[in-house]
């Protein structure tokens, strides 16, 4: 990728707007349950602050009806957080780009960050086709940054009008530092991979990653499926699937991707199983494709978790996006456990191995294994975009190095 980053910036004096990605979970009383996204964006903003300029941040959060202020999609609890992180005050605008924004950027000190509320708050966000409200975002500051990779496949007005205005006035346009980090591994990963080179897929449907599963079959040595979209290939397969989630509508495409796939596409050989959705349910393992009636698969099976275990543990790059069964209800995580330690082991042994966000980055930091792999994705969205070998207008638009 070649584009200028943050580092490239002279921030002294001058206020950066940074778009972020602080969609991060809440428990029912509002507070925040995994600040992971909040604390990966720290680099770019002390890189800012710390060098004398003043971070203006912006980023959604949940999916507001861009209809105005909403209480429980406020970031009110984000800045609290940021400021807990950063050991510094972090004031939240009550508009974005509106005049408490304008007021509030304009007192901030050197070395300041402010939080604006949150951007789909703003009907012209989703579709980026309001000219006031672009505008006046990119009046608030000197450069653009874009640190939001969760993002970065929406050509949302935080996201692409805003940098394009911004550029068009002779300001800056800028890469942030996790943006730099995401896309090189990914684009490393598929571009220049270490073989063997394993990609691991799982989740709930086959529609999600048709394309994922396609273009990593034109490019991987191995491609593992697990999760519940393993039982649609078995149901073209012919066999049982009892009351598992599957695709009956998806059951042709799955046939043709196992004719395509030939050795390189590897299905799941047995199946842990339950009469009910509830860890206290009656259990068994059965063969891949025999499940019986009444009963649902929520997790590969040991011989399963062995094999795909063995498979990863030779590998030089693997990228896993999807667990491999109901990770957060044992003891259906036991396959994703199993992959994860494997996956862990070959980054001990030199293996590039990256988490593709969304549910496979939940699972591998509630599991405790987040710190013994390359890199976890801050963007499940975004990164199979990126495995489907996509790519980005938001980043496109950005100065070029």
């Not at 602080?22 to 002390?46: E, K």
């Not at 950027?105 to 960050?113: E, F, I």
């Not at 989703?126 to 939001?148: E, I, P, Q, T, W």
């Not at 039982?231 to 509508?249: K, M, N």
Request: glycine share 12%; with cysteine; net charge neutral.
């Amino acid at each position: 990728m070649a584009k200028k980053t943050v580092a490239t910036l002279d921030p002294a004096g001058k206020a950066v707007l940074v778009r972020v990605d602080f969609n991060v979970p809440q428990d029912d009383s509002g507070a925040i349950t995994d600040d992971r996204r909040i604390r990966m964006a720290l680099p770019t903003i002390r890189s800012i602050v710390d060098r004398g300029g003043r971070a203006i941040l912006m980023s959604h959060l949940g999916r507001p009806a861009g209809k105005g202020h909403e209480p429980a999609y406020s970031l009110a609890p984000v800045a609290r957080r940021l400021a807990e992180l950063l050991g510094r005050p972090v004031p939240l605008a009550a508009d974005t780009g509106g005049p408490d924004s304008v007021a509030k950027a304009a007192s901030l000190p050197a070395g300041g960050v402010l939080v604006l509320e949150n951007v789909r708050f703003n009907k012209g966000e989703k579709k980026g086709d309001d000219a006031a409200y672009v505008a006046g975002l990119a009046s608030l500051a000197d450069a653009y940054v874009n640190d939001a990779f969760g993002t970065c496949h929406r050509t949302e007005a935080s996201m692409h009008a805003v940098p394009v205005a911004m550029k068009a006035l002779g300001k800056a346009a800028v890469v942030g530092f996790l943006v730099e980090k995401e896309v090189k591994y990914l684009a490393d990963a598929i571009a220049r991979p270490k073989r063997p080179f394993v990609a691991i897929l799982g989740g709930k449907k086959v529609s999600d990653k048709i394309a994922v599963i396609e273009n990593l079959l034109t490019i991987c040595d191995r491609v593992l499926i697990g999760g519940a979209m393993a039982y649609t290939f078995s149901l073209a397969q012919g066999g049982r699937t009892g009351t598992s989630l599957v695709e009956p509508d998806k059951v042709d495409l799955a046939k043709e991707l196992i004719a395509r796939g030939g050795d390189k596409l590897v299905l799941p050989v047995d199946t842990h199983c339950a009469d009910a959705f509830s860890a206290a349910a009656t259990k068994r393992i059965v063969e891949a494709g025999a499940i019986p009636d009444g009963f649902e698969g929520l997790d590969i099976g040991p011989a399963t978790a062995a094999a795909y275990a063995a498979i990863i543990r030779s590998a030089g790059t693997v990228v896993w996006n999807g667990p491999m069964g109901v990770f957060e209800m044992p003891p259906f995580d036991a396959g994703t456990k199993a992959v994860a330690d494997a996956v862990a082991e070959a980054t001990g042994r030199g293996a590039v191995t990256i988490i593709g966000g969304g549910d496979s980055a939940a699972a591998v930091e509630q599991l405790g294994y987040a710190d013994r792999v390359s890199h976890v994705s801050t963007g499940g969205g975004a990164s199979l975009e990126m495995l489907e070998g996509k790519a980005f207008d938001t980043v496109a638009v950005l100065d070029d190095a």
